[in-house]
């Protein structure tokens, strides 16, 4: 639903910038406690729901999309892990989510979770504006912040209450912030994952992460008919450089036996190589503007992290919000910061430990690779290991 028609001086309480899914799921919360937004997207929505993204969702996040009506498809489509096995130099163990924990994770695309959210709004009339340009925010520090953008050459302003920026990494939010309101705390990984997606059946019906001597990699799914498989190459690798055979043959050799032996293989229908990082910007509020998701954080997508945070976050800012509009109290918004980071920290130190566990980093030498086995053994071996990493891939509470 476009706002052209409206007029300029547009008023609403809450302006949301990104309509990923966690824009999108924010302004579905709002919407179900009364409270009004328009969401603004600098893409086309054609562009948001062509991005290829993982789709790991914890127990918690599964129970918030059902919270908020939108587990229909998800529960029709999605695929229920109740483990995971973690694979070393070709030896496997499978970690029990279900046994170790009581909780299973639910495989459903991130893009697919978008698009629920998409028709959710569309079917409410909902404001979102999609191909909103030069998105500015204005007054954020002071009472009456504003937005400015432009769609099809004409000039817009929406005056708000608040502004979420729930707009990605190289989103303008938390570009608008002054740098040194923000204290940033960044790890840059010196390798990537190359990701193919095949419409074939997976090689396994749980993922299973391997780490290899040759690298890292990752046999994952889709659907029970499309498989979705990952290597660590370095960091400067390209996607171009990788044909369909040698990823095929290179999986083969980083797989246990027994998954390679079952690996499918077919043309790509989609291959890239995603960049490995860690990032926070804190604090999450600056004035009436507040960072969620990847506007504020980045982990690595070892742990299956990043789309449970966004989640988490925006879960968090509209309970403040509603508390604010119903009751009068900021003691929501004004917790939501310190609250929401203790969570992302926590997401942030599993989804380092994942990779540090699994990946081959250019200086491992034979005894930090001894380390790594040492690590694998005890995860075997405990039970309050294994309890811990079920525990974190699960979902701590939100």
């Known amino acids: 639903m476009a706002l052209v028609a409206r007029e300029a001086g547009v008023r609403t309480q809450v302006v949301i910038v990104g309509a990923g899914p966690a824009g999108l799921l924010l302004g579905r919360l709002l919407e179900q406690a009364g409270i009004d937004a328009v969401i603004l997207e600098r893409r086309s929505r054609d562009y948001v729901l062509s991005r290829i993204r993982a789709g790991v969702l914890e127990a918690g996040s599964v129970a918030l999309l059902e919270r908020v009506g939108l587990a229909t498809r998800m529960h029709a489509e999605g695929l229920v892990h109740d483990g995971c096995s973690l694979a070393f130099d070709g030896d ?3 970690i029990d989510f279900q046994a170790l924990t009581g909780r299973s994770v639910m495989v459903y695309g991130q893009t697919e979770v978008t698009r629920d959210l998409m028709d959710a709004r569309d079917a409410s009339g909902g404001v979102t ?15 009456h912040p504003r937005v400015g953008y432009r769609r099809d050459g004409v000039a817009h302003e929406i005056a708000c209450d608040f502004i979420a920026g729930c707009d990605g990494f190289r989103g303008v939010s938390r570009a608008s912030i002054p740098p040194a309101a923000l204290d940033v705390a960044e790890r840059v990984y010196p390798f990537g994952w190359l990701g193919v997606l095949v419409d074939q059946p997976p090689a396994a019906h749980e993922l ?15 659907s029970p008919t499309r498989s979705r498989y990952y290597l660590q190459v370095p960091s400067d690798e390209t996607a171009e450089a990788w044909s369909d055979a040698a ?20 043309p790509s229908i989609e291959k890239s190589v995603a960049p490995l990082r860690s990032f926070v910007a804190e604090p999450l509020r600056f004035g009436r503007l507040f960072l969620a998701g990847d506007a504020a954080h980045i982990v690595p997508p070892t742990g299956a992290k990043g789309l449970n945070l966004a989640l988490a976050d925006v879960a ?3 309970q403040g919000f509603a508390e604010y509009y119903a009751e009068g109290s900021s003691a929501g918004i004004d917790a939501y910061s310190a609250a929401a980071l203790r969570r992302i920290w926590k997401a942030e130190r599993f989804s380092w430990w994942m990779t540090s566990l699994l990946h081959r980093f250019p200086d491992t030498d034979a005894f930090g690779r001894r380390i790594q086995r040492a690590e694998f053994d005890y995860l075997a ?15 701590l509470p939100m």
Do not use: C, K
């Open 208 to 222: 299973i992460y391997a780490s290899h001597a040759r690298g890292f990699a990752l046999s994952s799914m889709r």
């Open 247 to 266: 990823f095929w043959d290179e999986l083969r050799r980083r797989l246990p036996p027994a998954a390679a032996a079952a690996l499918r293989t077919g």
């Open 129 to 143: 504006v999609y191909e909103a340009a030069d998105v500015v925010l204005h007054g954020f520090d002071g009472a």
């Open 381 to 395: 071996g405990s039970t309050a290991a294994a309890t811990a990493l079920a525990e974190n891939y699960t979902g």
């Open 316 to 318: 968090r800012l509209a």
């Open 92 to 94: 496997v163990q499978r």
